[in-house]
């Protein structure tokens, strides 16, 4: 499977072997054929080993060295198809690692075979020479001719021998290359058919959502955006790159999953719009008659307690009404919107309202709590200042723990809590006291209180 991808994935470019090479190589490949075989291609094709006649094996004087020269060729040819041999297998793995890979150690080992390859071409071109300047089938041969011939084509298939070697030790130091490269390809016919497995669950689940009455264009829309990315994925990493056609199928994946499980939701999410509309209208209706509540309590803080203690809560009915009146303007919009299928503009609208009624309770709720909270410490005023008072000796406690004298970081904030709680204990003297003004001020010095013991806390936990 790697050689079949490399070989779809090579981009064009100059053979490492020159034409005349590659004219030589059919002619040396089938010499090299085992002997039954030799004989059937020499009798179809007699003039691809004789160079246009057939040898004359009745050799005369000299025929020892013209058979070491003979030898010689034969050697040359097999070291010369070996080597070509090996450059090819060598490419493989070398478009193989182009492919995936573009690392500056991918860039070196690309260098170095392209220098490999112009040695070969060149004693490729060496072997070729030889040959072509020798004819050992020429009836007239003589020893010495024969014996340059040989020493011609020796040293000819030494060169290839050796440039072969160089070749294999180069090929074994890809391993790392070459394990990464394919690791990384064994993933890419995986990740895209997991991409088209998801695109068709989406499609699918899509499906069903219609099947039921939901339009989700939203999601028909998402999906269709994907096309163009499915496109390049059948268009094929030969075109597109592995690395990239892997990152594509896996983005591809995620879109096509998260719109298959929006589609699942839909449903769920259209029946949840559903119970909050049917929810929020009953919650508005509630506070529309709590709101009514708010007058005859607005009347009795009026009556028995002073202005301060209730002036803030005057524009509560009012403002309770206005708001409610904005709550049901804003569920008749979501509920529009959940008809024409526009989920998420109903979930904003629907969290909208529900923000809104959430202030307008508390405001209501508001006066209730004051007038409680101002009958109970008009009624008994000793529970709210031991109240505040236990704080600040426990905070006092706390910042003496292990000194003999406070830090005065903490000391002053404690004992302008003393004095507040004094104050306004004071300020409760007369007939008419602002009851409302002494709770918010035991709650702040309380607030206070607490901030002073957080310090200390902290400082001590550091270490400090």
């Given at each position: 499977?790697?050689?079949?991808?490399?070989?779809?994935?090579?981009?064009?470019?100059?053979?490492?072997?020159?034409?005349?090479?590659?004219?030589?190589?059919?002619?040396?490949?089938?010499?090299?054929?085992?002997?039954?075989?030799?004989?059937?291609?020499?009798?179809?094709?007699?003039?691809?080993?004789?160079?246009?006649?057939?040898?004359?094996?009745?050799?005369?004087?000299?025929?020892?060295?013209?058979?070491?020269?003979?030898?010689?060729?034969?050697?040359?040819a097999?070291?010369?198809?070996?080597?070509?041999?090996?450059?090819?297998?060598?490419?493989?793995?070398?478009?193989?690692?182009?492919?995936?890979?573009?690392?500056?150690?991918?860039?070196?080992?690309?260098q170095?075979?392209?220098?490999?390859?112009t040695?070969?071409?060149?004693?490729?071109?060496?072997?070729?020479?030889?040959?072509?300047?020798?004819?050992?089938?020429?009836?007239?041969?003589?020893?010495?001719?024969?014996?340059?011939?040989?020493?011609?084509?020796?040293?000819?298939?030494?060169?290839?021998?050796?440039?072969?070697a160089?070749?294999?030790?180069?090929?074994?130091?890809?391993?790392?290359?070459?394990?990464?490269?394919?690791?990384?390809?064994?993933?890419?016919?995986?990740?895209?058919e997991?991409?088209?497995?998801?695109?068709?669950?989406?499609?699918?689940?899509?499906?069903?959502?219609?099947?039921?009455?939901?339009?989700?264009?939203?999601?028909?829309?998402?999906?269709?955006?994907?096309?163009?990315?499915?496109?390049?994925?059948?268009?094929?990493?030969?075109?597109?790159?592995?690395?990239?056609?892997?990152?594509?199928?896996?983005?591809?994946l995620?879109?096509?999953?998260?719109?298959?499980?929006?589609?699942?939701?839909?449903p769920?999410?259209?029946?949840?719009?559903?119970?909050?509309?049917?929810?929020?209208?009953?919650?508005?209706?509630?506070?529309?008659?709590?709101?009514?509540?708010?007058?005859?309590?607005?009347?009795?803080?009026?009556?028995?307690?002073t202005?301060?203690?209730?002036?803030?809560?005057?524009?509560?009915?009012?403002?309770?009404?206005?708001?409610?009146?904005?709550?049901?303007?804003?569920?008749r919009?979501?509920?529009?919107?959940?008809?024409?299928?526009?989920?998420?503009?109903?979930?904003?609208?629907?969290?909208?309202?529900?923000?809104?009624?959430?202030?307008?309770?508390?405001?209501?709720?508001?006066?209730?709590?004051?007038?409680?909270?101002?009958?109970?410490?008009?009624?008994?005023?000793?529970?709210?200042?031991?109240?505040?008072?236990?704080?600040?000796?426990?905070?006092?406690?706390?910042?003496?723990?292990?000194?003999?004298?406070?830090?005065?970081?903490?000391?002053?904030?404690?004992?302008?809590?003393?004095?507040?709680?004094?104050?306004?204990?004071?300020?409760?003297?007369?007939?008419?006291?602002?009851?409302?003004?002494f709770?918010?001020?035991?709650?702040?010095?309380?607030?206070?209180?607490?901030?002073?013991?957080?310090?200390?806390?902290?400082?001590?936990?550091?270490?400090?």
């Amino acid at each position: 499977m790697t050689a079949t991808f490399a070989q779809s994935v090579r981009p064009a470019g100059r053979l490492s072997i020159r034409p005349a090479v590659r004219a030589v190589r059919a002619t040396v490949a089938l010499a090299l054929l085992p002997l039954p075989l030799l004989a059937v291609a020499a009798a179809a094709a007699p003039a691809a080993f004789a160079g246009g006649g057939t040898r004359r094996w009745g050799w005369g004087r000299g025929d020892g060295q013209r058979a070491e020269a003979q030898a010689a060729k034969d050697a040359a040819a097999a070291a010369f198809y070996e080597l070509d041999t090996a450059q090819r297998d060598l490419r493989i793995s070398m478009e193989t690692i182009a492919a995936v890979d573009s690392s500056p150690a991918a860039r070196r080992a690309a260098q170095e075979f392209a220098a490999l390859g112009t040695r070969i071409d060149e004693v490729s071109g060496a072997y070729i020479t030889a040959v072509d300047a020798h004819d050992l089938d020429r009836e007239d041969l003589d020893s010495s001719t024969a014996a340059r011939a040989r020493t011609d084509l020796t040293r000819a298939k030494d060169e290839l021998v050796r440039v072969k070697a160089d070749l294999e030790r180069f090929g074994q130091g890809l391993g790392p290359l070459l394990a990464g490269a394919e690791a990384e390809l064994s993933r890419l016919a995986p990740a895209v058919e997991r991409a088209r497995q998801g695109l068709l669950a989406a499609t699918e689940a899509l499906d069903a959502v219609r099947a039921s009455g939901l339009r989700a264009d939203d999601l028909a829309a998402r999906l269709a955006a994907l096309s163009p990315e499915l496109t390049r994925l059948n268009q094929g990493a030969g075109q597109h790159g592995v690395t990239e056609t892997i990152g594509r199928a896996e983005r591809v994946l995620r879109d096509a999953d998260a719109i298959r499980e929006a589609a699942e939701q839909l449903p769920q999410r259209a029946a949840e719009i559903d119970k909050r509309l049917v929810s929020l209208r009953t919650r508005a209706q509630a506070i529309t008659t709590r709101a009514a509540g708010v007058v005859p309590v607005l009347s009795e803080l009026r009556r028995r307690y002073t202005a301060p203690c209730w002036q803030d809560l005057q524009q509560v009915p009012e403002e309770a009404r206005h708001a409610v009146e904005q709550a049901e303007t804003k569920i008749r919009e979501a509920q529009t919107a959940r008809d024409e299928q526009r989920w998420p503009d109903a979930t904003a609208l629907l969290s909208t309202v529900r923000a809104l009624l959430t202030t307008t309770d508390e405001s209501v709720s508001a006066a209730g709590d004051r007038l409680r909270r101002l009958d109970e410490v008009s009624a008994d005023r000793q529970q709210e200042v031991e109240r505040t008072r236990f704080a600040i000796r426990d905070a006092q406690r706390l910042a003496m723990a292990g000194r003999s004298t406070p830090d005065p970081r903490h000391a002053a904030p404690l004992d302008e809590a003393v004095a507040r709680l004094d104050r306004a204990v004071a300020g409760l003297e007369g007939r008419h006291p602002d009851w409302w003004r002494f709770l918010t001020e035991t709650e702040e010095v309380r607030r206070s209180v607490a901030a002073v013991v957080q310090a200390i806390r902290e400082e001590r936990g550091a270490g400090r």
